[in-house]
């Protein structure tokens, strides 16, 4: 059964549009530029774009397809994103050996972290996933899915392919691995190469591979509701990482619930993005080998919501960043102090209310700041006079604050 289309289905590809819409379904496809084909999206780029929502230069760039590795190169701020060639080399032998034997040291993980009440699996079942082409082996895991299914044993799918609809266009994902219950349920495996330490690994890498999984659960979820009946796609992922500074596989369970509702209500808005297309000027266009100029004129006519954290996860992030701090955007500065400032967007409101020179005294980010200020100030001088004022909740002059910049 095909994907459901919905409105904005024709974005991506350019299709002709129907005669109600004439100039909109296309527009996407313009503003990739003349005969420039869609870049692919991927697991990777999906769970970041549902990491900054609020970023609407990112919604609508991977929305159009948009290769943003070139359009960073041509605005003349080149990221150095990407993995490492010994990183990518370490990954794959750690994967290889976690996979070894038909899977059984895998398969062991999961009964032991999601499913101890199953038997034990003893000879679980790999399936040949190869086929012709991305659809052919989507159409593939698909078959293979079913079939282990309805066997009711531990089953093993080695680098499935799965696909997601995202604004019309299909997005051909390929988690590590997706192993079958004897039960029929399925549950997504993500193998990574940094290492859990006692236990525990990386806050920061766990999210990022708990966004990246939940890509995964929806597309499994799509590929279950066409089924009858519909299997139970498990909503605790297995994390597979080493243990400790050896090469010895060790595993968490990691629910990614709240990652899967984040992402679905992302993927929803990507099919809107002809909104955000529509009130671009009509000369916007990011294609490969315009002048920077013309090309940094389309970027900034985007607005976007950029955070350290970018960093890790946009290949438009250096550029992103050197426009957030020329405007003094407090965001560059992450996004809890974002929103321990309230209204206090940029970084002169922000030293101008800890001055008392603007703000209301009754905002409490705006009391804070003017006690801390004081506290600052006194701290340098070294002596207790400011203390004073602090208590009694008198402004300090301006000229006894330093500009913290």
């Known amino acids: 059964m095909a994907l459901p289309r919905t409105r904005g289905t024709e974005l991506r590809t350019g299709i002709s549009p129907p005669p109600a819409k004439p ?68 990954g794959n032998a750690f994967e290889a050996r976690v996979k070894a034997d038909g899977g059984a040291e895998l398969l062991r993980l999961v009964h032991e972290h999601l499913d101890p009440a199953a038997e034990p699996p003893r000879a679980g079942t790999v399936p ?21 299914t309805a066997a009711g044993a531990w089953t093993l799918l080695d680098h499935p392919m799965l696909a997601l609809d995202v604004a019309g266009s299909p997005a051909f994902l390929e988690p590590d691995a997706v192993v079958v219950h004897p039960d029929g349920t399925w549950t997504v495996v993500e193998i990574k190469s940094f290492p859990m330490l006692d236990g525990s690994a990386d806050p920061a890498k766990v999210g990022a591979a708990a966004r990246q999984s939940a890509v995964y659960v929806l597309a499994l979820e799509e590929v279950a509701a066409r089924l009858d009946p519909a299997p139970a796609v498990r909503h605790r992922v297995l994390l597979v990482c080493p243990k400790d500074f050896s090469n010895l596989p060790t595993a968490s369970a990691v629910d990614v619930r709240k990652q899967r509702a984040v992402t679905r209500r992302q993927l929803g808005r990507l099919t809107r993005v002809e909104d955000i297309a529509a009130a671009l000027p009509e000369d916007v266009c990011f294609a490969p080998g315009l002048p920077a100029e013309r090309l940094t004129a389309a970027v900034e006519a985007v607005p976007a919501a950029y955070a350290p954290e970018c960093l890790a996860a946009c290949e438009l992030a250096f550029h992103c960043r050197a426009r957030s701090r020329a405007e003094g955007a407090v965001t560059s500065l992450g996004r809890s102090l974002r929103a321990e400032l ?48 602090a208590r009694s909740g008198a402004p300090a002059a301006p000229e006894e604050v330093a500009p913290c910049r």
């Open 23 to 90: 100039g909109v379904w296309g527009r996407l496809a313009e503003l990739r530029g003349p005969a420039v084909p869609p870049k692919a999206l991927d697991a990777r780029a999906l769970a970041a774009l549902a990491a900054n929502p609020g970023c609407e230069r990112r919604a609508l760039l991977d929305g159009a397809g948009v290769d943003k590795a070139k359009l960073a190169e041509g605005l003349g701020s080149p990221s150095s994103f990407g993995q490492s060639q010994f990183a990518f080399m370490r």
């Open 128 to 148: 040949d996933l190869t086929a012709a082409g991305p659809e052919g082996r989507t159409a593939r895991t698909a078959l293979a899915l079913r079939d282990a």
């Open 342 to 389: 309230g209204g206090l967007t940029t970084v002169d409101d922000v030293l101008a209310a800890a001055r008392g020179e603007a703000g209301d005294p009754r905002d409490p980010a705006v009391a804070a700041l003017r006690r801390a200020a004081l506290l600052r100030a006194g701290a340098l001088r070294g002596g207790d006079a400011a203390r004073e004022p």
